[in-house]
C-alpha cells in the first residue's frame, strides 16, 4: 500500500526524526520530504541515516544520535539548527530491541535500555528540541508509541510499560508547552511490516497471518500508513490537537 500525498501542507517546514533509519522512522522522513519538509534523520546507526538522507536528496540531511546520551540528543538539534536555521517539528520513533518476559524473568539491563531509549530518550530529545520549536512560533511534537501503551500482551513488560510512560509524557508535556504553541500528542500504531516482526516471523506474510486477524481490519498496516499519520500531526491540519494519543492500530484496542 503506498500513499501519495498530494499536499504541500508542511512546506517550510524541518523536522527532526530520532530513530529515522528503518521502518516507521524512515517512512515518517520519505512522508514528511513529500508534503515539503526539510529533515534531519538522527539514528544510532549512522551510515542507514545517511543512506536514507541520500536517498530523499538535498531536503534530508543525516546524523548519528543516541538518544539515551545528552550531550548526543543536544547535538541533533544543533545540527538542525546550524542547517536549516529553525526547527518545526521532533519525531521520537527511537526503540530498542524488546525481549520477550515477565517482570520475574526479564533481565533489569534489558528493562533499562527499553525505557532509556524509549522513555529517556523523548525525555532527552524534547529537552533540547522544545525552546528551539518554540523560539520558531510553534510547532508539533509527535511521539511513536503503540497501541501496547493502551493494552497489554504477553511477556512484554519492558515494552508496555516504556510506551505507556510515552503516552502519558506526551500529555504531560502539552500542558507544560501549551503556551509556547508547541503541541505534543502521542500516535500509537498496531502491528506494522517492519524488520522487528522479522525476529518473530520469517517474512512477513507469516506476520500478517499470525498478526492481521487480532485487528479490526484483518490486516497489519504499512509503514507508509504510519507516516501519513504522523504527518497529519506535524501538520497545520492537527492545528487544535494536543495531548492526545492517535491509535493507528487497524482496531486492534477496541477489543
Not at 516507521?24 to 549512522?46: K, L, P, T
Not at 503541541?183 to 506476520?207: E, H, Y
Amino acid at each position: 500500500m503506498t500513499n501519495n500525498p498530494a499536499t504541500s501542507r508542511l512546506k517550510d517546514k524541518v523536522v527532526l526524526i530520532a530513530g529515522a533509519a528503518s521502518g516507521i522512522g524512515a517512512a515518517i522522513a520519505q512522508r514528511c520530504v513529500a508534503e515539503g519538509a526539510s529533515v534531519v534523520c538522527a539514528d544510532y546507526d549512522a551510515g542507514a541515516a545517511q543512506a536514507l538522507a541520500d536517498g530523499l536528496g538535498a531536503a534530508a540531511i543525516a546524523c548519528r544520535c543516541d538518544v539515551t546520551d545528552a550531550l548526543s540528543a543536544s547535538s541533533a538539534v544543533d545540527i538542525a539548527k546550524e542547517r536549516f536555521g529553525r526547527l518545526d517539528g521532533l519525531v521520537h520513533n527511537a526503540a530498542a530491541p524488546s525481549t520477550n518476559a515477565t517482570v520475574v524473568d526479564l533481565d533489569e539491563s534489558a528493562w533499562r535500555r527499553e525505557l532509556d531509549v524509549s522513555l529517556t530518550g523523548a525525555f532527552l530529545m524534547s529537552k533540547f528540541a522544545v525552546p528551539l520549536i518554540a523560539a520558531g512560533g510553534g510547532g508539533s511534537v509527535v511521539f511513536i508509541g503503540s497501541q501496547f501503551g493502551r493494552v497489554a500482551t504477553t511477556r512484554a513488560v519492558a515494552y508496555c510499560a516504556a510506551k505507556a510512560g510515552l503516552i502519558h509524557l506526551a500529555k504531560a508535556m502539552a500542558v507544560d508547552h501549551a503556551p509556547d504553541k508547541v503541541r505534543v500528542n502521542s500516535l500509537s500504531p498496531g502491528a506494522v511490516a517492519t524488520t522487528r516482526l522479522l525476529r518473530r516471523f520469517p517474512d512477513f506474510d507469516a506476520a500478517n497471518a499470525g498478526l492481521g486477524p487480532a485487528h479490526l481490519l484483518g490486516r497489519i498496516a504499512e509503514p507508509d500508513e504510519i507516516g501519513a499519520a504522523a504527518a497529519f500531526l506535524l501538520s497545520s491540519d492537527a492545528s487544535f490537537v494536543t495531548g492526545s494519543d492517535m491509535l493507528v492500530d487497524g482496531g486492534y484496542a477496541t477489543r
